[in-house]
């Protein structure tokens, strides 16, 4: 057990929470907790919303350094990165478009809202800090607003609590890869604390296939560099009221292979185009508890701003920037010992700077009843209203059930919920006149409607856990053309449906085997055609191997379907697209308690496969590092 500060929306909490692995948490272990589902801590036992937790430790074993590649085995989340490190990342959660998923980091929304669509560019983020990852899929808009039509995944950072402890680290290894790490974390008297120092630098990623170059063209390899700082810092004013804050910096420098439009089909460019972006999150709460803990509150603000900086070798640089401020209040109201009232209300302002200045503000209201009735049945009701100064008002919301079978270990549950979408700042006032594209104000958000019913069964004394969720999501008003191109409109509608399954199994103390399948139909209504960039089946197998004291090993086999895709400047619009299969290995061994060597192989049959097509994602890798804690 470990005592967490979780930072959920505008909720600090602290709670002793199960720190374990993914697979854990998703089999019902009684100790896990979660926050997301429900923005209070419930035991995930008692949530009906699918939701996978990923830990600190899970990353460390399979020692991922960036988001994307922790996100990638998720069931029920396709993960597209435009070549290696560094490259735009997007996520498709359940067949949902890449900007249908909210992502919050310690309470903040991290949505840029000076891109074209809204969307969190994943592949920015480093992961040494991070102490959990709550992915939780389905409709959550009657919760968390606009962009919460596939699900939300929350980032929650560490917290420091006892002694000083320093950490640090440095590996290198394939495509010229150098990372370092140094992280402090601790607490003294009413005063905790947690820094963190992150540089990732990966400077010869081959990206463009070689297939797309010219006869004798040479291979421009991608080079990325990232410095992150970040912090977490924590009063106890009394025992009943605290502050926190926390913030985070990012400086990011991507050197790329873009395309030369000045023949059709174009072609990869021979001089290589630059991205550099800087992003900065805050946020500061106060939270109070009173009349014995029956009523719980916090009080929030935080602001984001992001700014990129791109570079072409045929023309002008173009600057983008976007700034969000939010402020926020939550309250939780113990009815009864079966009863917690959950209400709240927020007011956000986001603004685009660059190419063009526009704002947009938005309030909103929200109320959660959670219930348990005899101890086998628990439910969630959510209700929302989100006010928007574009277009008007919003309700949406989202029922979640679950009934608990003890004696055979068995779990039903079921969820129903609506989403929307925002139309973005870029959609209603960018206008492109040279190409005789034009914005369009008057746009409304994009809506859902979904619902998913799935079961969990333990077995052989929990030693063996399955289970099964089928979900069906339908969305309309979506954003897309208008029918004479010169514009967007609210035209598309989609259907996404199908199944996530798992079975994990821990035959003896030392070994944890799990097997997620995730089946997914993704469709445009309209055009009665499958969406792009949503493979049909994943499945991804974990063993983790605590093989002595001292070592630990662990692997990890993906395999992805074909898919739709276009090819790289989408001169050919559709086309079914090879899948692919990657195994990736890891290792690390304690030499002393305060000193360890690990390495790992990325990629170890050395596929050679394009997602998105176009642009190769990186073959074999191997890389070794030191780490040291004081």
Same mark, same amino acid.
């Given at each position: 057990?470990?005592?967490?500060?979780?930072?959920?929306?505008?909720?600090?909490?602290?709670?002793?929470?199960?720190?374990?692995?993914?697979?854990?948490?998703?089999?019902?272990?009684?100790?896990?907790?979660?926050?997301?589902?429900?923005?209070?801590?419930?035991?995930?036992?008692?949530?009906?919303?699918?939701?996978?937790?990923?830990?600190?430790?899970?990353?460390?074993?399979?020692?991922?350094?960036?988001?994307?590649?922790?996100?990638?085995?998720?069931?029920?989340?396709?993960?597209?990165?435009?070549?290696?490190?560094?490259?735009?990342?997007?996520?498709?959660?359940?067949?949902?478009?890449?900007?249908?998923?909210?992502?919050?980091?310690?309470?903040?929304?991290?949505?840029?809202?000076?891109?074209?669509?809204?969307?969190?560019?994943?592949?920015?983020?480093?992961?040494?800090?991070?102490?959990?990852?709550?992915?939780?899929?389905?409709?959550?808009?009657?919760?968390?607003?606009?962009?919460?039509?596939?699900?939300?995944?929350?980032?929650?950072?560490?917290?420091?609590?006892?002694?000083?402890?320093?950490?640090?680290?440095?590996?290198?290894?394939?495509?010229?890869?150098?990372?370092?790490?140094?992280?402090?974390?601790? #607490?003294?008297?009413?005063?905790?604390?947690?820094?963190?120092?992150?540089?990732?630098?990966?400077?010869?990623?081959?990206?463009?296939?070689?297939?797309?170059?010219?006869?004798?063209?040479?291979?421009?390899?991608?080079?990325?560099?990232?410095?992150?700082?970040?912090?977490?810092?924590?009063?106890?004013?009394?025992?009943?009221?605290?502050?926190?804050?926390?913030?985070?910096?990012?400086?990011?420098?991507?050197?790329?292979?873009?395309?030369?439009?000045?023949?059709?089909?174009?072609?990869?460019?021979?001089?290589?185009?630059?991205?550099?972006?800087?992003?900065?999150?805050?946020?500061?709460?106060?939270?109070?508890?009173?009349?014995?803990?029956?009523?719980?509150?916090?009080?929030?603000?935080?602001?984001?701003?992001?700014?990129?900086f791109d570079f072409s070798p045929h023309?002008?640089?173009?600057?983008?920037?976007?700034?969000?401020?939010?402020?926020?209040?939550?309250?939780?109201?113990?009815?009864?010992?079966?009863?917690?009232?959950?209400?709240?209300?927020?007011?956000?302002?986001?603004?685009?700077?660059?190419?063009?200045?526009?704002?947009?503000?938005?309030?909103?209201?929200?109320?959660?009843?959670?219930?348990?009735?005899?101890?086998?049945?628990?439910?969630?009701? #959510?209700?929302?209203?989100?006010?928007?100064?574009?277009?008007?008002?919003?309700?949406?919301?989202?029922?979640?059930?679950?009934?608990?079978?003890?004696?055979?270990?068995?779990?039903?549950?079921?969820?129903?919920?609506?989403?929307?979408?925002?139309?973005?700042?870029?959609?209603?006032?960018?206008?492109?006149?040279?190409?005789?594209?034009?914005?369009?104000?008057?746009?409304?958000?994009?809506?859902?409607?979904?619902?998913?019913?799935?079961?969990?069964?333990?077995?052989?004394?929990?030693?063996?856990?399955?289970?099964?969720?089928?979900?069906?999501?339908?969305?309309?008003?979506?954003?897309?053309?208008?029918?004479?191109?010169?514009?967007?409109?609210?035209?598309?509608?989609?259907?996404?449906?199908?199944?996530?399954?798992?079975?994990?199994?821990?035959?003896?103390?030392?070994?944890?085997?799990?097997?997620?399948?995730?089946?997914?139909?993704?469709?445009?209504?309209?055009?009665?055609?499958?969406?792009?960039?949503?493979?049909?089946?994943?499945?991804?197998?974990?063993?983790?191997?605590?093989?002595?004291?001292?070592?630990?090993?662990?692997?990890?086999v993906l395999a992805v379907s074909s898919?739709?895709?276009?090819?790289?400047?989408?001169?050919?619009?559709?086309?079914?697209?090879?899948?692919?299969?990657?195994?990736?290995?890891?290792?690390?061994?304690?030499?002393?308690?305060?000193?360890?060597?690990?390495?790992?192989?990325?990629?170890?049959?050395?596929?050679?496969?394009?997602?998105?097509?176009?642009?190769?994602?990186?073959?074999?890798?191997?890389?070794?590092?030191?780490?040291?804690?004081?």
């Open positions: 057990m470990r005592k967490i500060s979780f930072f959920l929306g505008s909720v600090p909490l602290a709670l002793v929470a199960f720190v374990g692995s993914a697979s854990a948490a998703e089999e019902g272990t009684a100790d896990a907790v979660v926050v997301t589902a429900t923005r209070i801590p419930t035991p995930e036992v008692d949530v009906a919303s699918s939701i996978t937790v990923i830990t600190a430790d899970e990353i460390a074993a399979k020692q991922r350094q960036t988001l994307p590649d922790v996100l990638k085995d998720v069931p029920g989340l396709n993960v597209v990165q435009s070549g290696g490190p560094g490259g735009q990342t997007t996520v498709f959660m359940r067949g949902t478009n890449s900007n249908h998923t909210k992502v919050l980091v310690d309470g903040i929304d991290v949505g840029d809202p000076s891109s074209s669509s809204g969307a969190f560019d994943f592949g920015q983020f480093l992961t040494q800090d991070i102490q959990t990852i709550e992915v939780l899929r389905g409709p959550q808009s009657g919760l968390y607003g606009s962009d919460a039509i596939g699900g939300v995944i929350n980032i929650i950072t560490r917290s420091g609590s006892g002694p000083a402890r320093f950490e640090a680290s440095a590996q290198g290894g394939s495509f010229d890869t150098f990372n370092q790490t140094a992280g402090i974390s601790g #607490s003294a008297g009413p005063f905790h604390y947690s820094a963190n120092l992150e540089h990732f630098h990966s400077g010869a990623t081959p990206v463009t296939p070689l297939n797309l170059l010219a006869p004798g063209e040479l291979r421009n390899d991608d080079y990325y560099d990232n410095h992150t700082a970040s912090t977490k810092l924590g009063f106890d004013v009394t025992e009943h009221f605290d502050l926190g804050l926390v913030a985070r910096y990012t400086d990011t420098h991507l050197r790329l292979t873009g395309d030369d439009f000045s023949t059709f089909p174009s072609t990869p460019d021979a001089l290589q185009s630059a991205n550099n972006t800087r992003q900065y999150y805050t946020r500061g709460t106060g939270h109070l508890l009173a009349f014995d803990g029956a009523l719980e509150q916090t009080l929030g603000m935080a602001y984001s701003s992001i700014k990129s023309g002008p640089p173009i600057d983008y920037a976007g700034e969000r401020l939010k402020v926020d209040w939550q309250g939780n109201v113990k009815l009864t010992t079966n009863a917690t009232l959950v209400l709240g209300a927020e007011h956000q302002r986001d603004e685009i700077r660059l190419p063009v200045s526009a704002s947009t503000t938005l309030d909103s209201g929200y109320g959660e009843l959670q219930s348990a009735y005899g101890g086998n049945f628990f439910n969630t009701l #959510s209700v929302r209203y989100d006010a928007n100064d574009r277009f008007g008002g919003k309700v949406t919301y989202r029922l979640a059930p679950v009934y608990l079978i003890k004696d055979t270990g068995t779990k039903l549950r079921a969820s129903l919920g609506t989403g929307f979408k925002a139309p973005t700042l870029d959609e209603m006032f960018h206008n492109y006149p040279d190409f005789g594209f034009f914005a369009n104000p008057q746009l409304k958000p994009e809506s859902s409607l979904g619902y998913d019913v799935g079961f969990e069964q333990a077995a052989l004394g929990d030693a063996l856990s399955f289970g099964v969720t089928w979900f069906r999501n339908n969305i309309r008003n979506l954003i897309a053309n208008s029918a004479d191109f010169t514009s967007y409109a609210n035209v598309g509608r989609a259907v996404t449906e199908g199944a996530e399954s798992f079975v994990a199994w821990q035959p003896v103390k030392t070994v944890r085997v799990r097997l997620d399948y995730t089946f997914t139909e993704a469709t445009d209504t309209i055009a009665h055609q499958e969406l792009l960039r949503r493979p049909k089946h994943k499945v991804s197998l974990n063993t983790a191997w605590q093989a002595t004291p001292r070592l630990s090993l662990d692997a990890t898919w739709v895709d276009g090819n790289r400047d989408f001169s050919i619009p559709r086309f079914d697209a090879p899948g692919y299969t990657t195994v990736d290995i890891a290792a690390s061994f304690d030499i002393t308690g305060n000193l360890a060597i690990f390495g790992r192989v990325n990629n170890l049959l050395d596929r050679r496969y394009e997602n998105p097509t176009g642009f190769l994602q990186p073959g074999l890798g191997a890389f070794a590092g030191i780490k040291m804690k004081l």
